[in-house]
């Protein structure tokens, strides 16, 4: 009876890695064999799979993907750009994505832009030299060097986390504009009167504040200058930020009867602050977060929120991908998932 050989020692003398033909040798069979379990199993017998896969268990052999990818022009791999990967708004879709592309052969790996002096161009050049499968960006692409890059390189590509008619390729998301109107005429029905606004300094919440400005100004909720109290905190935004945030716009401005805060991690600090300074929420305070994370109906009073369907849009975004990778013609390349004022006790 034929043992299979013994995984190779490494000595000091050994170059490299393990190898293709290092497995064949422990599985006992030829390196096209092995190559074939790798790229094609369902054309190798189930005998022969098996052997290979415990030859691969018992050497730690890791294949080379890239050496695949250059004979196949499939590198297997989806990039993911966000501003940040602490940002806990983005969870949901992440693993939505990871989840979808799984499903499909594909894995997701992570970039970080970042907000302040983003790296978003210098970023995406390097994952384009990579030559993923496909990219999602969690945002607009607005840079004109970015666009002609990705054109260039024919990668699929899909914007999330925002609304525009004209996308670089792809793109599911929301209206932030519509969102901050939205929020401004739900406190406007709530019987509030003196709003303001905490929100971290991205683009994408400057906007959605404009709109909820715009929008409580219409119906005369700014204070006695005519502005919409506005305090900045750095992006992502944080409990502490929001505590903060709180004493310092009720210093200035004590008469405010409503708070909309750019995250739940935000408005988690304003509640917090509210009741370290006896403040009633929602009697005094009216507070209203974005994103809708577990956390928030959890919270006492539990929390108003905006809610986001992250795992909608991450399907949705990776599908998407799947699909133009395979050649397939996608008839609405524009997909609008909406958001839903969730209201609890805050306000």
């Excluded at 009167?193 to 709109?211: F, G, H, K, L, P």
């Excluded at 708070?259 to 991690?265: A, I, K, L, Q, W």
Aim: aromatic share 4%; with cysteine; proline share 6%.
């Amino acid at each position: 009876m034929n043992m299979p050989a013994e995984p190779p020692k490494k000595t000091r003398r050994t170059k490299g890695g393990l190898t293709l033909v290092d497995v064949a040798r422990v599985a006992g069979v030829a390196p096209i064999t092995v190559s074939r379990v790798l790229n094609s199993p369902e054309k190798v017998s189930a005998d022969l799979v098996q052997k290979v896969r415990s030859a691969i268990e018992r050497t730690g052999y890791v294949p080379n993907l890239l050496a695949g990818s250059l004979a196949s022009t499939k590198s297997r791999m989806i990039a993911a750009i966000l501003p940040t990967i602490a940002g806990s708004v983005f969870l949901d879709m992440i693993q939505s994505l990871t989840e979808t592309l799984a499903g499909a052969g594909y894995q997701l790996i992570l970039g970080q832009a970042g907000y302040v002096n983003s790296r978003e161009d210098e970023l995406l050049e390097a994952i384009i030299g990579r030559r993923p499968d496909g990219i999602v960006l969690a945002g607009i692409m607005r840079s004109a060097q970015g666009r002609r890059r990705l054109q260039a390189s024919a990668i699929p590509l899909v914007e999330t986390w925002d609304l525009t008619p004209t996308p670089a390729d792809m793109l599911v998301g929301f209206s932030h504009e519509d969102a901050g109107q939205a929020v401004a005429e739900f406190l406007y029905q709530r019987g509030r009167r003196r709003v303001a606004v905490i929100s971290a300094s991205d683009e994408r919440a400057q906007r959605r504040n404009n709109a909820f400005a715009q929008a409580a100004v219409r119906l005369d909720m700014q204070g006695p200058d005519g502005q919409v109290p506005f305090h900045s905190i750095p992006a992502p935004g944080t409990a502490a930020n929001g505590r903060v945030a709180l004493r310092a716009l009720l210093a200035a401005h004590p008469d405010i009867d409503a708070v909309f805060c750019s995250s739940d991690m935000v408005a988690l600090g304003v509640l917090t602050e509210a009741r370290v300074l006896d403040i009633d929420v929602p009697g005094r305070l009216a507070v209203v977060g974005l994103g809708d994370h577990p956390f928030a109906a959890e919270l006492y009073p539990a929390l108003t929120t905006v809610r986001i369907d992250g795992r909608a849009m991450g399907g949705i975004a990776a599908n998407f991908l799947i699909d133009r990778i395979a050649g397939k013609d996608i008839p609405e390349v524009v997909r609008d998932i909406g958001f839903t004022i969730v209201e609890r006790d805050s306000t």
